[in-house]
């Protein structure tokens, strides 16, 4: 089944400053590729999410980029502020785990500072 | 549409008893998840529905964990006997994929499960 690595496990970064977060997939069938923002003591809420046709897509200070070849993906964050301090997840969706079923990183810590 | 709601959002228990979980998905949503999150393991995926049909439960840890989806509207997660390491955030969330792809999840608020 599809396997996603995620790093790195905690990341603590000045406010305005850019925070990158990498995941690789082991599955070439993915094709979905969603990010969740989970704070403290809430719910993981889906932020952005890019699809096996696509490379790249931005949602104001959000980016996410997606390698098919090297089968990784990247969430960029840019000026980054206190509120985005949460644990972000990427996930994967391969036909050949089962459709519509998300595999998940195991997550990574953003601290932003004041 | 007032989201994936779960209950209880919070359940302590004694080790050995019964627990039963609950979750309501978004109306439409044709897909139903629950999900177990702890420190170590992170978020796994114990069991889905699809059209209130159990896909596959190859997540469920043991026999002592059940699910059911009696209709669209209501899903259980029970587990008898419970244990200590049972102890974890129990998330329910659902999904109404198109027909060539899938869309990303809603999670309910989770239920945060204690055995002591």
């Known amino acids: 089944g599809e396997n996603v690595e995620q790093h790195p496990s905690t990341l603590s970064v000045q406010e305005g400053d850019s925070a990158v977060i990498k995941c690789t997939y082991s599955?070439?069938?993915?094709?979905?590729f969603p990010w969740y923002k989970q704070e403290l003591g809430k719910r993981p809420q889906l932020i952005i999410d890019i699809r096996s046709n696509v490379g790249e897509k931005k949602d104001q200070r959000i980016a996410v980029t997606l390698n098919k070849t090297a089968k990784h993906f990247s969430l960029h964050i840019t000026e980054t502020q206190p509120e985005d301090s949460a644990v972000y997840f990427c996930a994967a969706s391969s036909p050949n785990s089962g459709y519509s079923t998300l595999t998940f990183g195991k997550g990574t810590m953003l601290l932003v500072s004041p | 549409d007032a989201g994936v709601i779960q209950s209880p959002r919070h359940e302590v228990t004694e080790m050995g008893q019964e627990v039963t979980l609950r979750c309501k998905p978004i109306s439409g949503h044709d897909y139903l998840f629950w999900y177990r999150q702890t420190m170590m393991r992170g978020l796994e995926l114990l069991i889905y529905?699809?059209?209130?049909?159990?896909?596959?439960d190859s997540g469920m840890p043991e026999d002592r964990f059940s699910a059911k989806m009696p209709n669209a509207s209501f899903s259980t997660l029970k587990i008898q006997p419970s244990e200590p390491r049972d102890s974890a955030v129990y998330f329910c969330a659902s999904s109404s994929p198109g027909r060539r792809a899938i869309y990303g999840y809603t999670f309910g608020s989770g239920t945060r499960l204690t055995v002591v």
């Open positions: 529905f699809n059209n209130n049909v159990p896909i596959d």
């Open positions: 599955d070439s069938a993915s094709n979905y």
